[in-house]
């Protein structure tokens, strides 16, 4: 390891050190009245939850199986917090109570019943102790806002003997989120904890300096995640939508209720919306980068319908890293980011000046996206250039992943500086250039790839080069395979024409035909990490550097 790595992980475990000291003694001191906490006698309003209902759900879960995570739990009618759970991702969806939503479905008295019964063995079971994943303070989160949101569900002909179990119980997991969330590390949880508090503070009807301490915090949070061009600091596209999840309902009910609102809530959502619109496909999916998987086409129309700010997406997310180049029904997005720090790399993937391409209703160039709820060494197998639609030096990702048990899986090296022209050339066609120096520590050379579409959107032409750090051709080849991959979607067919020509089929008969000018196209075997039913096979198209540059086209047949 170099020694400016080993330099860079120290500094990073003192500040994990210190913030676990503070926490510690956050944990350790009460939490006093005044400094805002607030203890729940009632809820009095139950935000909405944005997330799509599922009967089929509602009726497992009142058999007694429960279908989460990719996985289902058969409790053969024993407790599910009793039984030994299929998976981690399955714990932590079982404890956010998330699924309370589906129940909603069939509002019936037993449904209900059943409903109450699972969190009342929740309280007898975990209440109790702080500890485990259960108090994992991202599934506490979760569990508040899905009570809160699902209460007239679970208080629906409640004893008052539960509802007063039931209201301890949020005192308790809002004091223990409260005592946590300043000390949590940076990122999405952190967020999520702040809406949480802010929710429960409006919902429980806390005091006014309550409301408006929780409201301020928020806000706070708010303008130091969500970036100036809408989107979130985690780079990950998916993170926008969850955050609309919980930012749009949060919203409505301090209207609803005649509280101030807070001052950067409306802003920032109103941000959020063009960042999403920048994401979307023209199939209506979201991209796939840096963490970001399949979402389900109804969970994402059911926060688009609310989106008020209107207008064309943008062409680039400055703040972010990313561009967008379009013609016709053809759009294309482009990585040109890094990392914000070193913390929020523990999820960034190395997938550099990476695209996608999609025209009409699909999808046909991507990225492998990130796995839903496969175990830790599929998510970074995820991680790596070669998952990515860009190019791979000797299968060496661009950014260096180094696993440590207090920090996480955080990048230690990688692009750090990363030029980006942009140009409209004078026939209406969108060009863009970039480059990164991820590979020249270990290879000596700089990636720079080229992508120009038609104003049309019919024709791509894309360049990519092996440069000097000093912006000279490179002369001579790293001794590595250099590979420039291209996977495409699973549901697109993929008919080979010859040796530097094939054919890219969708399922409508739209399709696209990739070639080369020199060399050997390959269609190889592959994997998509990001389909909503779990890892799927798929195809991609490699081709293998035999100079300092290749050239790559696209065109599409009407």
Aim: hydrophobic share 40%; glycine share 8%; with cysteine.
């Amino acid at each position: 390891m170099r020694f400016a790595d080993r330099r860079k992980l120290v500094t990073l475990h003192v500040a994990e050190g210190w913030r676990r000291l503070r926490l510690a003694a956050a944990v350790s001191r009460p939490t006093s009245l005044s400094s805002g906490s607030f203890r729940v006698t009632r809820v009095i309003v139950a935000p909405t939850d944005l997330r799509a209902v599922d009967p089929f759900v509602a009726e497992e879960i009142f058999s007694g199986r429960f279908p989460l995570a990719g996985r289902v739990l058969d409790t053969d009618g024993q407790s599910p917090f009793t039984l030994e759970l299929p998976s981690l991702q399955f714990v932590r969806r079982l404890h956010g109570f998330g699924w309370l939503r589906h129940m909603r479905a069939n509002k019936t008295s037993d449904t209900c019943a059943h409903a109450r019964s699972i969190v009342d063995q929740w309280i007898s079971v975990h209440g109790g102790r702080a500890a485990g994943v259960a108090w994992e303070p991202d599934v506490v989160s979760r569990r508040i806002i899905s009570w809160l949101s699902h209460s007239p569900v679970v208080l629906h002909d409640a004893e008052a003997g539960f509802y007063r179990r039931f209201t301890a119980s949020l005192s308790q997991q809002i004091r223990y989120l409260q005592r946590r969330v300043g000390s949590l590390p940076e990122g999405l949880p952190r967020l999520k904890a702040r809406i949480a508090i802010a929710m429960a503070s409006i919902a429980a009807e806390a005091r006014p300096a309550a409301v408006r301490r929780a409201g301020r915090l928020l806000d706070r949070e708010l303008e130091r995640q969500v970036l100036p061009d809408g989107s979130h600091y985690s780079r990950n596209p998916q993170s926008s939508v969850d955050l609309l999840f919980d930012l749009l309902p949060l919203r409505q009910s301090y209207i609803n209720l005649g509280h101030d609102v807070p001052p950067k809530l409306i802003p920032v959502i109103d941000r959020i919306y063009p960042a999403v619109r920048f994401f979307r496909h023209s199939s209506g999916d979201l991209a796939l980068f840096n963490g970001a998987s399949s979402s389900l086409a109804t969970d994402l129309m059911s926060v688009l319908r609310y989106d008020e700010t209107a207008g064309q997406p943008f062409k680039a997310l400055p703040h972010g890293g990313y561009h967008r180049l379009a013609g016709g029904e053809t759009i294309i997005l482009v990585d040109t980011g890094t990392p914000l720090s070193a913390r929020l790399s523990a999820t960034a993937h190395a997938g550099c000046l990476s695209f996608e391409l999609s025209s009409g209703r699909n999808r046909f160039i991507i990225n492998s996206g990130s796995p839903r709820f496969a175990g830790e060494r599929l998510r970074q197998l995820a991680r790596t250039t070669a998952a990515h639609s860009t190019l791979c030096i000797g299968d060496v990702s661009s950014a260096r992943i180094a696993k440590t048990s207090q920090l996480g899986p955080i990048m230690l090296s990688g692009p750090s500086r990363i030029a980006v022209d942009r140009q409209t050339g004078p026939d209406g066609s969108d060009r863009l250039s970039a480059r990164h120096d991820g590979y020249v520590e270990r290879f000596g050379v700089v990636h720079e790839r080229e992508i120009r579409v038609n104003e049309q959107g019919t024709k791509i032409a894309g360049r990519d080069r092996l440069l000097l750090p000093d912006g000279l051709p490179a002369v001579s080849l790293p001794h590595a395979e250099v590979i420039a991959r291209f996977h495409i979607h699973p549901s697109i067919t993929l008919e080979r024409s010859d040796e530097r020509k094939v054919r890219l089929v969708a399922p409508d008969g739209e399709s696209w035909t990739f070639s080369i000018p020199v060399g050997h196209l390959a269609i190889t075997e592959d994997v998509f990490f990001a389909d909503v039913s779990g890892i799927r096979q798929s195809q991609q198209l490699e081709i293998l550097f035999e100079g300092p540059e290749i050239r790559w086209f696209l065109a599409h047949h009407a």
